[in-house]
T-cell receptor
Framework: DAKTTQPPSMDCAEGRAANLPCNHS???????VYWYRQIHSQGPQYIIHGLKNNETNEMASLIITEDRKSSTLILPHATLRDTAVYYCIVRVLNDYKLSFGAGTTVTVRA | ETGVTQSPTHLIKTRGQQVTLRCSSQ?????VSWYQQALGQGPQFIFQYYREEENGRGNFPPRFSGLQFPNYSSELNVNALELDDSALYLC?????????????FGPGTRLTVL
């Protein structure tokens, strides 16, 4: 019952910015956008989340459109270690579960 | 700060058997969630435990059950194993009541059912 749509895969050159899109056209007013990533054979790792304002932390930036129907995760300078599956999730704050979709497989190439 | 740990790392069982997986939550966290991840798919929520009680459950049959202990660690039990139960089982801990709650995941237990 994932409420987001992401491209299945994308490539990125090492050192360049990676822009990962996510569509969440049915998002409700009290739902946040969360991003996690999962490096091969590891558990998912939290990246960032936001409600309606753009957010930035040491890992990435999150840009949410004004109508909140889509967002973009930006990895400013991709490295080979950023190769992973990236999941975009909409979630009511403190909801007890995360609903993962299929995610986007990002491959960073040297 | 100690992260989420899970044991065992890998496990092989046969159909019909029972299995217990274990999870130690990150220090300072009081809530544990369990997820099942089949090969090539995203994790699927099984259930969450808070204050030693089930706090929410996904679409999984009753043969999937759990426990949470006073030290916030948790167990996932699966009875009458089926071939489709083969998956990576992930445990995640979080702190209930915190405004910016995020779940911290362990490395998972790879279960193979033959």
């Amino acid at each position: 019952d994932a409420k987001t749509t992401q491209p299945p895969s994308m490539d990125c050159a090492e050192g360049r910015a990676a822009n990962l899109p996510c569509n969440h056209s049915t998002i409700s007013g009290n739902e946040y956008v969360y991003w996690y990533r999962q490096i091969h054979s590891q558990g998912p790792q939290y990246i960032i989340h936001g409600l309606k304002n753009n957010e930035t932390n040491e890992m990435a930036s999150l840009i949410i459109t004004e109508d909140r129907k889509s967002s973009t995760l930006i990895l400013p300078h991709a490295t080979l270690r950023d190769t992973a599956v990236y999941y975009c999730i909409v979630r009511v704050l403190n909801d007890y579960k995360l609903s993962f979709g299929a995610g986007t497989t990002v491959t960073v190439r040297a | 700060e100690t992260g989420v740990t899970q044991s065992p790392t890998h496990l092989i069982k046969t159909r019909g058997q029972q299995v217990t997986l274990r999870c130690s939550s990150q220090s300072g966290h009081n809530t544990v969630s369990w997820y099942q991840q089949a090969l090539g798919q995203g994790p699927q929520f099984i259930f969450q435990y808070y204050r030693e009680e089930e706090n929410g459950r996904g679409n999984f049959p009753p043969r999937f059950s759990g426990l949470q202990f006073p030290n916030y660690s948790s167990e996932l039990n699966v009875n009458a194993l089926e071939l489709d139960d083969s998956a990576l089982y992930l445990c995640a801990s979080s702190l209930a009541g915190v405004l910016t709650d995020t779940q911290c995941f362990g490395p998972g237990t790879r279960l193979t059912v033959l």
